[in-house]
């Protein structure tokens, strides 16, 4: 059977597996999940929506199932929305440049790791922020379209497992002024700062047996956003409740 092209969507099922194995080849997600879960605010309303884009196998859910949300999950693969259905999350299939929900309709919008993984930047950025009420709050975190940030996901993160082999296409990584710009023509002002595995963690979890518990590390933050890094922005305006439509 060939190998599918960088980046093809279809490596997902093959590594639905993954999601939440301890030590797995998505460890590293998870410690991305902490960080991220860790910028979401308390829900300020008791039906407050937080819309997780490109959501996986729900990676996110236990690190915000406590604030009171409604957790809802967008992804195109539905091996990892079961997974993530299975952990609460409102699991509906749909591509994240065109998500299947109503205008102003989430409080908090997450795009954990998928941005990098887009086609469309800009049609992904827009529908991001158009689902967004005003005065809500939109998360992020992807890989710069540096040549750093292509050596440590592609030539070091391939070659030492850090990275399941092709499941990044570098062309697609993300220049954080031209993300910036892009939230900025919908109303968000992001600001970014970078992000990095802590060293002695990244060691475990690369040289510790395979199914070794996961919690292995933890993502902290650096002044440099030359490879991984993280935005944060709220969208201009007045806030007012909204419906998801499924």
């Given at each position: 059977?060939?190998?599918?092209?960088?980046?093809?969507?279809?490596q997902?099922?093959?590594?639905?597996g993954e999601?939440?194995?301890?030590?797995?080849?998505?460890?590293?997600?998870?410690?991305l999940a902490?960080?991220?879960?860790a910028?979401?605010p308390?829900?300020?309303?008791p039906?407050?929506?937080?819309v997780?884009?490109?959501?996986g196998?729900g990676l996110?859910?236990?690190?915000?199932e406590?604030?009171?949300?409604?957790h809802?999950?967008?992804?195109?693969?539905?091996?990892?929305l079961?997974q993530?259905a299975s952990?609460g999350v409102?699991?509906?299939?749909?591509?994240v440049?065109?998500?299947?929900l109503a205008?102003e309709?989430?409080?908090?919008?997450?795009?954990?790791e998928?941005?990098?993984?887009?086609?469309?930047?800009p049609?992904?950025?827009?529908e991001?922020c158009?689902?967004?009420?005003?005065g809500?709050?939109?998360l992020?975190?992807?890989?710069?379209?540096?040549?750093?940030?292509?050596f440590?996901?592609?030539?070091?993160?391939?070659?030492?497992?850090?990275a399941?082999v092709?499941?990044?296409?570098?062309?697609?990584?993300?220049d954080?002024?031209?993300?910036?710009?892009?939230?900025?023509?919908?109303?968000?002002?992001l600001?970014?700062?970078g992000?990095?595995?802590?060293?002695?963690?990244?060691?475990?979890?690369?040289?510790l047996?395979?199914?070794?518990?996961?919690?292995?590390g933890?993502?902290?933050p650096t002044?440099s956003?030359q490879v991984l890094?993280q935005?944060?922005?709220?969208?201009?305006?007045e806030?007012?409740?909204?419906?998801v439509?499924?």
């Amino acid at each position: 059977m060939p190998r599918l092209a960088r980046n093809d969507p279809r490596q997902y099922d093959d590594l639905a597996g993954e999601w939440w194995r301890p030590g797995g080849g998505f460890e590293m997600l998870h410690w991305l999940a902490v960080a991220r879960g860790a910028l979401v605010p308390a829900a300020a309303r008791p039906d407050a929506v937080l819309v997780d884009a490109g959501c996986g196998g729900g990676l996110l859910a236990p690190h915000v199932e406590h604030l009171g949300y409604r957790h809802v999950g967008v992804d195109l693969r539905r091996s990892g929305l079961e997974q993530a259905a299975s952990r609460g999350v409102a699991a509906i299939v749909g591509d994240v440049a065109a998500l299947p929900l109503a205008d102003e309709s989430a409080d908090v919008v997450v795009a954990g790791e998928i941005l990098e993984h887009v086609p469309d930047l800009p049609a992904t950025v827009a529908e991001l922020c158009r689902v967004l009420r005003p005065g809500g709050l939109l998360l992020l975190d992807t890989i710069n379209a540096t040549r750093l940030g292509r050596f440590v996901s592609i030539t070091l993160g391939e070659r030492f497992g850090a990275a399941p082999v092709g499941i990044h296409d570098p062309e697609l990584f993300v220049d954080p002024g031209d993300l910036t710009t892009q939230c900025a023509k919908h109303g968000v002002r992001l600001r970014v700062r970078g992000v990095r595995p802590s060293l002695p963690g990244l060691l475990r979890w690369l040289l510790l047996p395979t199914g070794t518990a996961s919690g292995l590390g933890r993502m902290v933050p650096t002044r440099s956003t030359q490879v991984l890094y993280q935005g944060m922005g709220r969208k201009q305006g007045e806030g007012r409740p909204g419906q998801v439509r499924a």
